[in-house]
């Protein structure tokens, strides 16, 4: 099969490989969608994000779906042919944090895309059989791919209590704050908020979820406090002023990628109870995501703006700084 590397010298090339083998219980998914995510760019240009560096050649992606063709000894063979979305990951299943319910802090996860495990910028994948979600006909694979990031939006709901009546602030009307206010409304928010810088934007999560928005470059919240406030940007300016515009006992959610250290409002934080933590990745989202897509209560197809072959991985990178940019699929087997 054909796969997209990225080198530790930051060079995208195309090479053939050998089709995955299977475990007994995992199945093999010829790759239809791949949504390019903001941590792909970033070892794009960067070769590293924390801990985890770019070593050794590496396949990106890891939003995807696509069709299972094969399956291990242990599943069932009327999977074949099924529609999938994928739930990149694979825990221990027997650490503390498994146990608990929380295999994403699993200590020994292996997650797509994250050095050294190779992603989903290829023609097929491997995963567990349990990891591979079936979709209904009305959910389009670029649409089941999505579902990942939106688990991320899902996971932030839970923690931030998001339910009827909530009022809810969210910095950033990229991709991920788009998703986030389509989710904070299908949770029950009665008011969605979100501030950006780019009129265009804003105009567009008008459309999906926000039920008003704020150009943060000529005005400002004012007075108003919020229920919950959830960073999708990672601009320290925002993650403090959305801090100080979050009510008494509010729960403040950094889901944006932004700097390791931040000034914060303490005093406003300790005065108010003002819960704050970290979102990462998600656990037992995917068949909320489905219903949320299937039910019409999500869009996702909306926020694809540019498709690209698996030799055009590299443009598809560089897509994503454009102005009219807003998801970005790679088509793997186009």
Not at 89 to 116: H, M, S, W
Not at 140 to 155: G, K, Y
Request: aromatic share 8%; net charge negative.
């Amino acid at each position: 099969m054909k796969a997209s590397f990225l080198n530790k010298d930051k060079n995208i090339y195309v090479e053939e490989i050998d089709v995955p083998t299977l475990d007994a219980d995992q199945v093999l998914i010829r790759v239809e969608s791949v949504g390019i995510c903001g941590s792909d760019v970033h070892y794009y240009k960067h070769g590293a994000i924390g801990p985890y560096v770019v070593e050794k050649p590496i396949i990106l992606g890891h939003e995807l779906s696509g069709v299972i063709t094969a399956v291990g000894k242990d599943v069932e063979k009327n999977r074949i042919g099924a529609r999938v979305a994928v739930e990149p990951q694979r825990a221990c299943k027997v650490c503390k944090q498994c146990k608990a319910g929380r295999y994403n802090l699993c200590p020994d996860i292996e997650f797509y895309a994250t050095p050294p495990i190779d992603g989903a910028f290829c023609e097929f994948v491997k995963i567990q059989s349990s990891f591979a979600y079936d979709i209904p006909a009305n959910i389009s694979f670029d649409a089941a791919a999505l579902i990942e990031p939106m688990s991320v939006c899902i996971w932030a709901a839970q923690k931030a209590g998001i339910e009827s009546g909530s009022t809810v602030l969210i910095a950033g009307a990229g991709p991920i704050g788009v998703i986030m206010a389509q989710v904070a409304k299908a949770f029950g928010a009665k008011d969605v908020v979100v501030t950006d810088v780019i009129e265009k934007r804003l105009a567009f999560v008008k459309g999906y979820g926000a039920t008003r928005t704020i150009n943060s470059t000529t005005e400002s919240v004012g007075s108003e406090k919020f229920d919950v406030f959830i960073d999708a940007c990672g601009v320290p300016s925002a993650v403090y002023a959305g801090i100080k515009s979050t009510g008494p006992a509010g729960r403040v959610l950094l889901v944006g990628l932004g700097s390791d250290d931040m000034s914060l409002p303490v005093s406003h934080i300790q005065n108010n109870e003002i819960l704050v933590t970290g979102v990462f990745r998600y656990a037992n989202t995917w068949p909320i995501g489905i219903d949320l897509l299937a039910s019409g209560k999500v869009n996702l197809d909306a926020i694809v703006t540019h498709h690209f072959a698996l030799n055009d991985v590299e443009h598809g990178l560089r897509a994503t700084a454009s102005p009219d940019a807003m998801k970005v699929i790679i088509h793997p087997n186009n």
